[in-house]
Every structure is written in C-alpha cells, then in structure tokens.
C-alpha cells in the first residue's frame, strides 16, 4: 500500500519536493479517531518514546529517592540540543546517583544544536557525552540502575535489567508486544522495537489520560508530563519544535520528536494520542504534520493559534531572508 | 504516476525509511539509456548545474581576461564546504576583478561544513558571505559583470546581464526552454528554472563530451571539467560525496549535487549524462543512487570501485560505532 502524500513542499509555483507517511491518532479507549496511510507496518518508535521509557524510574520512587527535580525529570525525557543548561542537568542527575559522566553509554557528539556547537568550540572545548542528546535519558538509567542495587555498566543492553524494566513500561502502555526479531540498535545504543503506529497511539493516548494503567505508572505518567511542561527547554532546546509548542500549550499537548521521522504526543483533555511516521525519514516534514494535527484537534486561542500555525506552515526563507516557498500540510490529514 | 522506490534504509532485520524519485540517463546522442518514474515532471535542478551556470565567464574569455585558475574555475562550479582553502580562493577570484565579498549578494550562512563551523567559532569569528557555499559561483558572477563592463550591483536579478547570459547557458545546453512561469528563486537569490530531468541529463551528456555544442562552448567545457577534476576539494570540501568521486575517478566522472536531493552528472568515456531527483529532497539517498549509477555504468579497478562502493550503500553506524543499518540500492535502478 502506498502511504499517501503528508506535506509539500513548493518553491515558486510548483511543488518541489514531497514528503508521505502513516499517522494513527487513537482515543483513550482505544478508537480510531485517524487513520492515513499503512498504520499496520511497525516502525521504530527512536526518540519519540523516551518519556514512557522514563517511567520505571519514576514509578519505582527511585527518581523521588535520588530526590530529582521537575527539570531533571524533564530532560531525562529529552532529546536535547547540548546547550550548557542541558548539560549541566544531566551532570546533576548523574551526581545524585554518586555517579559523573565516564558512566554514560550513549556516546559522544557535537550538540545538535548548532549555536550550542559554536559556543563549545568557541570556548576552545570538545563534545562529551553529556553533549549526547540522549544523555538525559541515559543518566535517569544510570539512577534507575542504581536505586535497583544493579551496577549501571552495560545499562545500554536489552539483558540489562534497565532495559528489561524499559521494555516492559513500553509492553504495558503501548500494550504492542516487543519482539527480538523487531528489535534493532538505537542511535544511542539502547535497543528499539518496532510496533505498529496505533499501539503508538494508544500507548500515548493512555500516557496522557491514566486510563487503562495501573495507580502507579498514572502517578508516573502524570509527574512527568508536568514536569516537562514546567521545563520544555529540557525535552528539546532553544528554538526547538517540541520546546516551542509545549512552551505555548503547556499541559495541554505532550509532544515528542523520533529520528526518521517519527513523531508522537498526547493531547490529554482530548484524551487522544497520536504517532506518526514520514517514510522518508524526514524531520522537517514530521513537525509540520504534527503542528497541523495539534492545530486540528486542539481548541486555542488566538495567540497560541498564531504561534503554532508558525510552526505547521513555515515559509522558506533564503540566506537573504527572501520568501521561496512554502510547507503545505495535506487537506487530507484533516478529514 | 507514482515514482518508484530508490533507496531502502534498514535499522536491524526491518525496513525503517524509504526515498522514491525519478532518474533519466541519456546518451549524447539523445537517446534515452534509464528512465525510472515520472521523468515529464518539471525539476527545479538548483545547484546541480552550476559548472553549467559557469559557462559564460570561460566561453566569454572574461576567466581567461582575469587570469583565473584552474583552482578558481573549480570553486566558481561549487557547493563548497566553507573551508579556510574555499575562502582563501573566493576572496581571490574577487580580487582579480578588483572587487571584494562587500560585492557579494548570496547572503550569509555559517559553513556548510562542520569543522569549517567549529573552526570559525574556535577563532571567536562570524561568518561572512565568502562562507555561503554558493560565493565561489557569486565570485564568477561578479567577474562576468566586470568582464561585460556591467556593474555587478544587481547580478543575481533575473533581468541583469549575468542571469540573461547563464540562462542561455542553461537553455543551449538542456535544449529546454526556461520559462518565467517555472522560475523560482534558489537559496542564495539567483533564479532556478525547473525542467524536466531528461533535458538535465541530455545536457550534462552534451558537457560532458561537447557533442551539440559550438566550439567555444566545447571548449569551455572541456576547461571546467578539467579545473575541477584537478580540484575536487574546490568543487565542495573535505569528506564530502563529489569531491569524494572525482578525487577517486577524475576526469571520467563529473558529479555534482543540488538541493532538494537533485543529482547530475557526466561520464564522458561513455557519453552518458545522469539526472536524478529524489522525491523527498533527501541529500542521503541521492548520494547513494549517484553513487550506484556510477558503479553500473563506469568499468573501474579494484580500488576505485572499493571507494565508490563504500559512497553508495554505506553502512549506518551509531554514535558508539556500532552497525546499525545500511543503505540499500533499489536492484530496478540497474536494469
């Protein structure tokens, strides 16, 4: 089945390029609100999952143990863009547990963010894995390791007990059991499980609204959810699509980017979660359909209404600042 | 019509994204060698016909009349990573026509290459126009203007003199006429035409072995393709695919990327020029195909065919260096 075209890109008066996906958004109940596109197909869910990877460390009370903060939980959740606040975070997480950075698994890279990669080498610096987008993440696995009296060294293995308690949070919620044969290699070393779009959605229809999860991982969920609504600097980075939109909605939409294009949030007052999947991988087509989904469903005001429309149909500008073209968000994805 | 899939990117034992898109090789003859997907749609080509774009400043006798270097008629065909040594040779293009990057009407980007990026910082600098991937072709512009005795003020306008000589470049070449209707504006403020990618590859056919061309216009092909087979780092920069390819194949490949995920090329020993566009704009999977093409169709020895290999299906590694995935060829792409 070909997966219908998501968004557009134009330049002048033709479309230049085109982007197609999949996007399953699920009720708390499990309904089908939408469906586009080949939504069976299981896609690896990256990034895009990483607060309800969070969860066992604070449904366990190990995050309340290590006495972490709303901004430390948020960024635990985040693919961060390595700015010195990110880092600075994760190395507090990561002193709480006893432990400092040689601990972390993930690997190192120039920040994603390109103003956070000037500033370091400016500063006359190389990159640590701090600087790894997923440091947060990986040093909330260091403290749920270690609240679990386990040694963290290899936390980043599907036998490692971390990850065990990771994929059964990911079994419980999204309900989708996680096989080996759909198992692969994450950018930061974790296994990923590809699961098909809906249970994606279901999952984060859930994660946002409780229903269906026990008291304990509803308490967890909701922490969570708060805390990066407190601190969306922490999920994403200055200028980033997931820190913009949640600095504008706050408790109102949980959203959170994948690699390859993959996408998933919760609009809790909806009770609605959705996940999304551009097959080409591309993020820039990814955001702009989730900007047009949450635009779609979610009642706003006229400022919040401005803002998030910036984000759906960005204008290209050139390096003089000149209007080229456009992002088009297909009609279809709107019913 | 729906274009066919191109490029496969695997994470584990599964498929994660997947790059469709449209390829025409055509012989010097006009005749067609592959066609795949809907080649009639009309392609804005951007920076893919630049050694096209820099006709008119060698068959006018204005690069020869300021003595420009090989090095130099390299860089005024390139996307260039921004590196000291692109700068460096920018800034004297510009000299020779008694100008300097106050001329320059890109616009400014911090470099296309990373270590380029990380370098500037690490000197405490900011970017200037020289930096924009696309100065060394404003540097022939301007060259051109001066040449014509025409102030340059104005030369990336589609009615300056400069615009006029490289879009009857561009219309002798392709054989496609350049309409208003199908210009647009590129990334750094000249026009771009969108025409259909058998015209784009019959004239990359026609560049790459002067069949169909007058005299003058061999001859200036013939010098470019030489200038930037002994300077494949001008022509883009370090560790980049087309300075990759050419510093492996020299004059027996001339390949060059545009925007948008748009790829030409000529392969003079077989009279064969290469135009492909990837739906999606994906720079990563028009690399691959190029790179693919290339390998079908040029007998190479061991060792160059051991470096284009590794250009067109490349093994995805994580931040950890593990092997995660692969880029994978269509097998429809080589009949």
Same mark, same amino acid.
């Given at each position: 089945m070909?997966? /219908?075209f998501l968004v557009d890109v134009t330049r002048g008066n033709l479309v230049e390029s085109q982007h197609r996906g999949s996007v399953a958004v699920i009720d708390a109940d499990g309904s089908t609100v939408l469906s586009l596109g080949d939504v069976e197909r299981h896609v690896f869910p990256r990034s895009a999952v990483k607060a309800i990877q969070a969860l066992p460390l604070v449904e366990s009370g190990i995050a309340e143990k290590y006495g972490l903060t709303d901004q430390e939980i948020a960024l635990a959740c985040s693919s961060h863009s390595g700015e010195p606040e990110h880092v600075e975070v994760a190395t507090a997480i990561l002193a709480k547990a006893g432990r400092d950075r040689s601990c972390l698994e993930c690997g190192v890279h120039w920040p994603m963010g390109e103003a956070a990669t000037r500033l370091l080498a400016a500063q006359g610096e190389q990159p640590s894995a701090l600087h790894n987008n997923c440091s947060g993440?990986?040093?909330?696995?260091?403290? #749920?390791?270690?609240?679990?009296?386990?040694? /963290?060294?290899?936390?980043?293995?599907?036998?490692?007990?971390?990850?065990?308690?990771?994929?059964?949070? #990911?079994?419980?919620?999204t309900g989708a059991s996680h096989t080996e044969d759909e198992a692969a290699i994450d950018g930061c070393s974790i296994p990923t499980y590809a699961i098909p779009l809906p249970a994606l959605a279901f999952g984060f229809a859930k994660f946002g609204t409780g229903t269906g999860l026990s008291q304990g991982t509803q308490a967890a969920a909701k922490r969570i959810r708060k805390a990066v609504a407190q601190h969306p600097l922490m999920v994403a980075g200055t200028d980033r699509f997931d820190t913009r939109i949640m600095e504008v909605l706050r408790e109102r939409a949980f959203v959170k980017s994948g690699a390859e294009g993959v996408y998933c949030a919760t609009l809790p007052e909806l009770g609605y979660g959705i996940a999304l999947k551009v097959d080409d991988g591309g993020p820039r087509a990814a955001s702009a359909v989730m900007a047009a989904l949450v635009l779609h469903f979610l /009642?706003?005001?006229?400022?919040?209404?401005a803002a998030v429309e910036a984000l759906a149909e960005p204008v290209l500008k050139n390096w003089n600042g000149i209007e080229?073209?456009?992002?088009?968000?297909? /009609?279809?994805? #709107?019913?």
């Open positions: 070909d997966n /219908p993440k990986h040093a909330g696995f260091i403290c #749920l390791a270690c609240g679990m009296d386990e040694d /963290p060294k290899g936390y980043v293995r599907a036998e490692h007990k971390v990850q065990q308690a990771v994929k059964a949070s #990911l079994e419980d919620v /009642p706003m005001n006229d400022q919040e209404r080229v073209g456009r992002f088009r968000v297909s /009609p279809d994805l #709107l019913g």
